[in-house]
C-alpha cells in the first residue's frame, strides 16, 4: 500500500490557468506539507499543516493555498499558474510527536506553458 | 534554521564503507540535526537524525562531533541503491516541523 500519494503525477498546463493537486496519506498523521523542488533541485517547504495549525512560508505567493477536507488530505491549488511555477511538488506527512520523519509522495511534475 | 555545508557530490565503491560529511558550524544548542536522502525521481527519504549522541539505524550510523559543529553520516557497506542526494538538515526544536533542505551531496556508488 502506497502511504502517501499524489495524482496527478504529470501535469502539463497553461499560464493563466487554476490547477490543484491531489495528496493523500493512510499513514493516520495528523500534519501534512507541501515542497517544491525546482529546477536546480532545491527543496523548498510550502506548507507545513495540522487540524490546528497552518504554517506558511512567508515566500509562497498567495495564489498557492492548501486545502484539507480532512485529516488524510491536503491538496493544492494554485491560481494564475506562471511559468516560474513550473517544477516537482512533494507532500509529505508525518505524526506531530515524530515530525523529524516525514513520509514523502512521488511528486507532480508540473509544466506551465 | 542555522546553514549546514555539504560537500557537492562524493564517489564510492560498493560493498565499502562511506562516510558523508555535514558542516554546521552555527548550530544552536536546540538545533537537531536530519539526515535525509533522495534516489533519482523520487521523494526524500528519512534516513537518520540526533540531537548529541552518536545514533544507529538499519539504515546507517550518525557519528556527531563534540562540539556539535559537524556530523558524518556513515554507510557501513554502500550499495547501488544507496546511489542518491543526501541531505544534511538542521531542525530547531522550538521552530515547528518545516525542514530546509540545502543542496546535499550527490553519492555514486560504482560497482
Known amino acids: 500500500d502506497t502511504a502517501v500519494s499524489q495524482t496527478p503525477k504529470y501535469l502539463v498546463t497553461q499560464m493563466g490557468n487554476d490547477k490543484s493537486i491531489k495528496c493523500e496519506q493512510n499513514l493516520g498523521h495528523d500534519t501534512m506539507y507541501w515542497y517544491k523542488q525546482d529546477s536546480k533541485k532545491f527543496l523548498k517547504i510550502m506548507f507545513s499543516?495540522?487540524?490546528?495549525?497552518?504554517?506558511i512560508n512567508e515566500t509562497v505567493p498567495n495564489r498557492f493555498s492548501p486545502k484539507s477536507p480532512d485529516k488524510a488530505h491536503l491538496n493544492l491549488h494554485i491560481n494564475s499558474l506562471e511559468l516560474g511555477d513550473s517544477a516537482v511538488y512533494f507532500c509529505a506527512s508525518s505524526q506531530v510527536s515524530t515530525s523529524y520523519e516525514q513520509y514523502f509522495g512521488p511528486g507532480t511534475r508540473l509544466t506551465v506553458t | 534554521d542555522a546553514k549546514t555545508t555539504q560537500p557537492n557530490s562524493m564517489e564510492s565503491n560498493e560493498e565499502e564503507p562511506v562516510h558523508l560529511p555535514c558542516n554546521h558550524s552555527?548550530?544552536?544548542?536546540?538545533?537537531?540535526i536530519h539526515w535525509y536522502r533522495q534516489l533519482p525521481s523520487q521523494g526524500p527519504e528519512y534516513v537518520i537524525h540526533?540531537?548529541?549522541s552518536n545514533v544507529n539505524n538499519r539504515m546507517a550510523s550518525l557519528a556527531i562531533a563534540e562540539d556539535r559543529k559537524s556530523s558524518t553520516l556513515i554507510l557501513h557497506r554502500a550499495t547501488l541503491r544507496d546511489a542518491a542526494v543526501y541531505y544534511c538538515i538542521l531542525r530547531d526544536r522550538n521552530a515547528g516541523n518545516m525542514l530546509t533542505f540545502g543542496g546535499g551531496t550527490r553519492l555514486m556508488v560504482k560497482p
Open positions: 499543516y495540522n487540524n490546528k495549525e497552518l504554517i
Open positions: 552555527t548550530i544552536s544548542g536546540t538545533d537537531y
Open positions: 540526533g540531537l548529541t
